[in-house]
């Protein structure tokens, strides 16, 4: 049996939807399950207690990121300590792109690596690219101008759709991608004022500064801003670009036109469409 975690989540629903239409026998886990809700089993990572993997012979681990790093890797210990002295046999785990090190949220991905791979079970590391969606709505004008200080490099980003694609590629066949790390980051990236000339926007960056200014207010959380502020900076700094095939290899055909769909969320976000 497979178990896919983070139910209630944008990637998790989208994964759910293709395993079932792949035909695979599975479950889903969400800390916003209820008792005895049928094809759903509470898994909450914050509660030991719910960490039951029973019957679950491949764990589609989602990681639950929105946090500060020492809460991130008790939730990722706790559940990956569970799986082991449960029996599973194999997790497959959503990390972040190699691309992204400088992001303030790296680190609990690449602890939750190593900690996999000096695990026995066997594992697949799906190394995500950052949201295509992400970005749109980071980006997104207000008044017909883009602030988000994003600076002019290529940002290889990737549709949620690609990756729940590539998700079940894996879980049709976990032991065939045992042990392997994929980038899934496109294949192509574009630029802020590449996006900027499609919105018919002008692009008129802030400074980081002004940038962090702005997030200072509620109603963001406080390890929020700083998780931000590292995306402008690694994207102005020309360190979001990432060149892999491993997203072609899994969904075998042409990944979805990013810089389409950020141009759609940062329209729906500046309420242009
Ligand atoms: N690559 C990127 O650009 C990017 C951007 C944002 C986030 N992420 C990461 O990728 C993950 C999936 O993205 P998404 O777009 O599906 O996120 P999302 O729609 O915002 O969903 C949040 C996810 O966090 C999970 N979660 C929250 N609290 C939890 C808990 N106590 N125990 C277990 N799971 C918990 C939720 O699962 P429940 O059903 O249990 O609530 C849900 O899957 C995120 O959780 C985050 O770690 C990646």
Redesign the pocket.
Known sequence: MILI??????????IAQRASEKGLRFL??????ADQEAGKRR?????PHSLDFSDVETLFM??????EDDV?IA?HDA?IGAAERQGVRHIVY?S??GA?DHLG?ALAHRWTERRLQQSAMSWTILR????A???GALAAPAGGVIRAPFGTGRIS??A?ED?ADAAVTVLCDPAAHANVIYELAGTQGWTIPQLAERLGATFLPDTLSEARSKLSTPPLLPFQPPMLMSIYSASAAGFLQAQSTDLLRLIKTTPRDTLELAAVIASEVSGLS
């Open positions: 975690t983070g139910g209630s989540g944008q990637l998790s629903t989208l889903v886990g969400s800390h916003k399950a898994i909450d990572f914050d509660d989602v990681s639950a990121g929105y946090e991130v939730r559940v959503t972040l792109i992204g949220f995500n690219g950052l949201y969606e992400l970005i980003s990737v949620r990756l």
